[in-house]
């Protein structure tokens, strides 16, 4: 399947978004005493490795992994500040978020009822609201649509630092550059709402209550944004789709909006085999914790909360890691290290690979490169020609080139190749010698 999906590379893909199964494999259930209802809002803190989660009437939780039991236990609880008349942080919180992962006693929290978002601090003394901001009030031609009278209002939130947004040539939803955020976050917030499915975007003043900037929103994939994490090890947003009627997805975009302006480009979108019931809160540990918290290689621990039903608090432990790698292997005896990863990156899915042979110091005379692969590795000593690394049968995967050029190698988007293993090597002609290269051990990835 794999050698057929790739032996397609040179057409290009389909319009639209790819539509891929679930990846995470089965749920595990964390036990949370006091959350069969309205459990709403999950973030996860690398630098802590800890989880927090939130329940509508601003009750918290914090988790941490045990490594000896091999489970995630409870931390501490607490109750963030607010009283019976919806002051402090509001009554209605669906979302929390970790923004500066050093202060780890701080939460900002979304109330969905009033539009606020809150800043929390001293979690670990007094909480105390150190600002607050409604953004429901008009700023900039713009404001956050209140809750309706059937309920649906803010469901997500989320925090996405300024240097990421530049790389992935992020525009603001009117279709204006970009170039850093201005109030001293450090980058931009984004809202989910179940209105349209709209992603709305503010600059905030972390230290000002009431100072923030509201850019407009992005229309997503689907009618309704139930939660949202932004993958600051891939420069990915994950946008969880919840429907009225319980039809879950999650949404994978770059938050770049090229083909439309003010509509998110989506990169992918897992929408069949899906987790059941109300899910909604969203956090997933980054790339460096592949393979940790009981997840097994290549893949990392994502969670959800659930509104209601069993299990609400929930682990998968199966989603994929996601990233492109390319390892040079030189084999026995040792080809030269010619071979040099993309310029532009790994193979990801969608993109175009260009790895290139160096003839620096190898075969200097050429005037070709050829570049061969396979679904399995090899070590075969060819005497003079040099070690033959990749398994046969391959494949000319790419055109010819002159020696030198980078090769230019479409990566069909296939959801089945999402962490397949290649095994990649380049010869190179002269005319009267034909050398081997080092190889390529890559993994196809989502970025």
């Not at 949370?32 to 989880?51: F, K, M, R, V, Y």
Request: proline letters at 7%.
């Amino acid at each position: 399947m794999i050698l057929t999906a790739l032996a397609l590379a040179l057409v290009p893909p389909p319009a639209g978004t790819p539509d891929c199964p679930w990846p995470g494999a089965a749920e595990t259930n964390i036990p949370i005493a006091g959350a069969g209802s309205d459990l709403s809002a999950a973030t996860w803190n690398p630098q802590s490795e800890t989880l927090w989660v939130a329940r509508q009437n601003r009750q918290a939780w914090e988790y941490g992994y045990n490594a000896n039991a091999q489970a995630f236990e409870l931390v501490r609880t607490l109750t963030l500040p607010g009283d019976g008349s919806c002051g402090g942080i509001g009554c209605d919180i669906e979302a929390i978020a970790q923004i500066d992962h050093g202060a780890v006693e701080e939460l900002y929290t979304l109330a969905e009822d009033q539009g606020r978002l809150s800043r929390v601090v001293d979690l670990g003394g007094t909480p105390t609201v150190a600002a607050a901001w409604n953004l429901e009030v008009l700023d900039n031609g713009h404001a956050l649509p209140p809750e309706t009278g059937n309920g649906f209002g803010a469901e997500a939130l989320e925090f996405a630092p300024d240097a990421d947004l530049i790389a992935a040539g992020f525009r603001y939803p009117d279709g204006s550059p970009f170039t850093g955020s201005t109030l001293g976050m450090g980058g931009l917030i984004f809202i989910g709402h179940q209105v349209e499915g709209r992603l709305h975007v503010f600059d905030v003043n972390p230290a000002v209550s009431e100072d923030f900037v509201n850019h407009g929103s992005f229309l997503t994939a689907s009618s309704d944004i139930a939660g949202l994490h932004f993958d600051r090890s891939s420069g990915q947003m994950l946008i969880w789709h919840n429907t009225p009627t319980n039809v879950n997805s999650l949404e994978v975009s770059t938050l770049s909006s090229d083909a439309t302006v003010g509509t998110l480009d989506g990169y992918l979108l897992y929408s069949s085999a899906m987790p059941a019931g109300n899910l909604e809160g969203l956090a997933l540990v980054t790339t460096s914790a592949c393979g940790d918290y009981g997840s097994g290689t290549g893949e990392r621990a994502l969670f959800c909360t659930r509104d209601g039903g069993a299990n609400n608090l929930v682990l998968f432990e199966g989603f994929p890691c996601g990233a492109s790698t390319e390892t040079s292997r030189l084999g026995t005896p040792p080809n030269p290290p010619a071979l040099l990863p993309g310029a532009s990156g790994g193979p990801t899915l969608g993109e175009v690979w260009e790895p290139v042979v160096d003839h620096g110091s190898f075969l200097t005379t050429a005037f070709a490169d050829v570049l061969l692969f396979s679904t399995t590795s090899l070590n075969f000593d060819l005497g003079p020609k040099g070690t033959l690394l990749v398994g046969v049968p391959f494949l000319n995967f790419a055109p010819i080139v002159e020696a030198g050029e980078p090769f230019s190698i479409p990566i069909p988007f296939s959801c089945s190749l999402a962490g397949a293993n290649l095994y990649v090597q380049a010869g190179s002609d002269d005319g009267f010698l034909f050398e081997l290269t080092n190889a390529l051990d890559v993994v196809l990835g989502t970025f």
